[in-house]
């Protein structure tokens, strides 16, 4: 499907779903889910926590609480404490995908899942990611957005998504 990269806050976004970077055990800590757990409220990683632990790769739907969409989608691309690998990128991603097209979301934005403080390489982390968006076939998503914070992210997560649209 087609798909578009963003620059910005993550916790700054409109959409029916935000996808938070999540480990196994959903707690919230730094990076994409402390910003979206100081813009939503704590009652987020309280949500989050009681519907984990989660498999590696899977995800679990929460409240957005004060954030400017319905649901956020908590992917699990990283073992607590551990590193994210390609296999749990793709499962992830893909995961995040489906259960927002379940949820009957328009609207979706997702960040370079493991490729944080999940110490997965970001330029192969990003190109699975536009992959798997890329080859996803939703029933309601119309809109995906791939979103990185900073300028040099920006343009890198660019110019892999050119890449793979080629």
Do not use: W
Not at 23 to 48: F, P, Q, Y
Not at 89 to 102: K, P, V
């Amino acid at each position: 499907m087609e798909f578009d990269v963003i620059q910005g806050d993550i916790a700054a976004q409109s959409a029916d779903a935000l996808v938070n970077a999540a480990n196994t055990s959903l707690r919230m800590g730094s990076g994409v889910a402390g910003a979206l757990k100081r813009a939503a409220g704590s009652g987020i990683d309280d949500e989050a926590v009681a519907k984990g632990p989660v498999e590696l790769g899977g995800v679990a739907t929460t409240d957005a609480y004060q954030l400017d969409a319905d649901y956020v989608v908590h992917a699990a691309a990283m073992p607590a404490g551990g590193q994210a690998t390609a296999e749990s990128i793709r499962d992830a991603t893909r995961n995040a995908l489906a259960e927002a097209d379940a949820l009957d979301c328009d609207s979706v934005v997702l960040p370079a899942l493991g490729c944080g403080i999940a110490g997965f390489d970001f330029d192969e982390g990003v190109r699975i990611i536009c992959e798997e968006i890329a080859a996803f076939e939703p029933d309601s998503l119309s809109e995906v957005e791939l979103i990185a914070y900073d300028d040099d992210e920006f343009e890198r997560m660019r110019q892999v998504a050119g890449e793979v649209r080629a």
